[in-house]
T-cell receptor, first 115, second 111 residues
Framework: EAQVTQNPRYLITVTGKKLTVTCSQN?????MSWYRQDPGLGLRQIYY???????DKGDVPEGYKVSRKEKRNFPLILESPSPNQTSLYFC??????????????FGPGTRLTVL | EDKVVQSPLSLVVHEGDTVTLNCSYE??????LLWYKQEKKAPTFLFML????IEKKSGRLSSILDKKELFSILNITATQTGDSAVYLC???????????FGQGTTLQVKP
């Protein structure tokens, strides 16, 4: 089954404790991205990757890191989480940058709480 | 600054009603507009619109784009309780693949 998977699905942590949220897709998609969803603000892009070893900042990158060492995986790293990073996080992928590939496929989401 | 605005933010209707959800945008380098449905989990794709005036239709759902007036509408006819969800409008802008999302419209369909 074609899908985007994320782990963990739920996480409660404390300020300053480094964490990684994994994301993997099995559709051989070139493009992957991370979004956070907050009430009243919709989804906002954190980072994106057009292909392996190429990543760039989205609209809200502060406090986050990513890496794209292989096509299928795109982990999101919070080196020193803070309470304002409490949010619902989605990983998404799309086939490529061509206009016909604008549909993004979303993972199930990771609900993160930072105390 | 690019922005996408949806209205209303929430809506309560009864089964069988017809609803219209609105999405307006101010975005540089517009490429396409997408509608998603979100039911307490990941957004799922509904439509992608790139050309003005061409209606996209899937069952009871339809959508149309007006690139001159910079808006789109999503219509749902004969609503069912299973249509209850958050409906997200997003605009693809520029050549980075970024989607700019609106705040979403929460639709509740009562039996």
């Amino acid at each position: 089954e074609a899908q985007v998977t994320q782990n963990p699905r739920y996480l409660i942590t404390v300020t300053g404790k480094k964490l990684t949220v994994t994301c993997s897709q099995n559709m051989n998609h070139e493009y992957m991205s991370w979004y956070r969803q907050d009430p009243g603000l919709g989804l906002r892009q954190i980072y994106y990757s057009m292909n392996v070893e190429v990543t760039d900042k989205g609209d809200v990158p502060e406090g986050y890191k990513v890496s794209r060492k292989e096509k299928r995986n795109f982990p999101l790293i919070l080196e020193s989480p803070s309470p304002n990073q409490t949010s619902l996080y989605f990983c998404a992928s799309r086939k490529g940058l061509a206009e016909s590939y604008n549909e993004q496929f979303f993972g199930p989401g990771t609900r993160l709480t930072v105390l | 600054e690019d922005k996408v605005v949806q209205s209303p933010l929430s809506l309560v209707v009864h089964e069988g009603d017809t609803v219209t959800l609105n999405c307006s945008y101010e975005v540089t380098n517009f490429r396409s507009l997408l509608w998603y449905k979100q039911e307490k989990k990941a957004p799922t794709f509904l439509f992608m619109l790139t050309s003005s005036g061409i209606e996209k239709k899937s069952g009871r759902l339809s959508s149309i784009l007006d690139k001159k007036e910079l808006f789109s509408i999503l219509n749902i006819t004969a609503t069912q309780t299973g249509d209850s969800a958050v409906y997200l409008c997003a605009v693809s802008s520029g050549n980075t693949g970024k989607l700019i999302f609106g705040q979403g419209t929460t639709l509740q369909v009562k039996p």
